[in-house]
């Protein structure tokens, strides 16, 4: 029988993702901008950091989701790990951004290991947080709800985080803390929480689907997704949305730092970078969420498929007018992060409904479910495509002639500016060309779940 989930549960599975995405949009937003010009690493090695850190973090994903499917309690196996991770991942988190007094050399093995091991219990809580969705429910369309909440949740993390870091980094400045302490003191307020929504999520969430056999094989749930063509489509068009995300997300400090600068706004006067920064990355998070909030209507119209292309076709198209702006043009610029947002919050809820599919159509032509395998295929696209895309952000500010807390050169100033557009565009371009051959549309679906529940019975 379908399994409904009521407003409340709905809500405290969303409570886990603001916990995470406070952190995630600290990463993606300000991590690069803080390895560069708060602790003086170079743009080079800290993309190279990223790269082998986040490398390694990607193998912990499956292993994570082996683990995770393996694990026995009576609150289910994934629930236990949301109250079992959420302390080490805040402590972890303050942690990352501490500046301890090291020479150059010992700041960058510094930054390896926390780094490391922040990606490690972000796997640890998160994997688990992933596949939650594919137990509370069997119902296409709940999932898709759940979804949703979820991203309302993200996104509202991420509004609660850039909305105010810039007033808290402002607040413990003033009372003479350094740029680096300012960072540490601000990150410990998001790590407490971080963890009080985690816990929250344990309390109101509850595990309702079991497999139709319980008899599991590591190799064979490898076996399995290794010859699940739907698996590596949709972890393509995963990693590229990431890369999308990521490229966008660390260059909006870079672009208005040093491309957008102080600008004197109409009816408002004169405005620092830094808060206009803020309040770019906030609407660029709100207006994620309307799309998120658009994703279950348009996708009940046309299909998961067909929005999940057009979106992302269009924030491509988007992206690319951006570079043709110059810093004058604020108005203009704000209206196209408006519009960008919305076809890239439509995506997200759409992709991890769609990992939900993947586990049924697995389990579908198997008889085994391998719910945390599949979604931790998931946590690794975003981790890949994060990882590239952060990696690829200090590569190219290399590559331009970047120097930090110094006036840029033209070619610098053209690098940060195609970071935030043209580069962008080629992921969003490249996640539409994987699903042109994506098979999983919603009415092959409906014929999978169906055959599922009679096995079911």
Known sequence: MDHKICLKEKIGYSFGDFASSM??????????????????????????????????????????????????????????????????????????????????????????????????????????????????????EERTSLASFRFIGAYSGGIFMTASIPYLLDYFREIGSSEAGSYQYSVAIYAVVAAFFFIMTYLWTKER????????????????????????????????????????????????????????????????????????????????????????????????????????????????????????????????????GITAGIVLPLIWSMYADIADYSEWKTGRRATGLVFSSSSMSQKMGWTLGGAVTGWLLAAYGFEANAEQSFESLKGIRMMISVYPAIGAALSALFLLIYKLNDKYMEQIIKELKEKRK
């Open 209 to 340: 689907v079991k497999p139709l056999s319980e008899k599991t094989s590591i190799w064979k749930d490898v076996k399995d997704l290794g010859k699940n063509a739907q698996w590596f489509i949709m972890l393509g068009a995963g990693i590229a949305v990431l890369i999308f995300n990521s490229l966008r997300d660390g260059s909006i400090m870079y672009y208005f730092k040093y491309f957008i600068k102080d600008q004197s706004i109409p009816l408002i006067g004169e405005m620092k970078w830094d808060k206009l920064a803020g309040a770019y990355m906030t609407i660029w998070l709100a207006t994620n969420m309307i799309g998120v909030l658009l994703a279950k209507p348009v996708s009940a119209r046309i299909g998961k498929k067909k929005t999940f292309i057009g979106a992302m076709v269009l924030a491509s198209f988007l992206s690319v007018a951006l570079y043709w702006l110059q810093a004058e043009q604020i108005g203009l610029i704000f209206l196209l992060n408006i519009f960008i």
């Open 23 to 140: 952190f995630w949009k600290i990463f993606s937003m300000f991590l690069m901008i803080y390895y560069t010009d708060v602790v003086e690493l170079s743009p080079a090695s800290v993309g190279t950091m990223l790269l082998l850190t986040r490398l390694w973090d990607g193998l912990n994903d499956p292993i994570m989701g082996i683990i995770s499917d393996r694990t026995r309690t009576s609150k289910g196996k994934f629930r236990p790990y949301l109250l079992w991770v959420a302390i080490p991942f805040g402590i972890i988190g303050v942690l990352t951004f501490s500046t301890p007094e090291f020479g150059p050399s010992g700041k960058l093995i510094y930054a390896y290991v926390t780094y490391t091991l922040m990606m490690m219990v972000y796997t640890a809580i998160n994997v688990p947080y992933s596949s939650l969705m594919g137990v509370m429910t069997d119902n296409s």
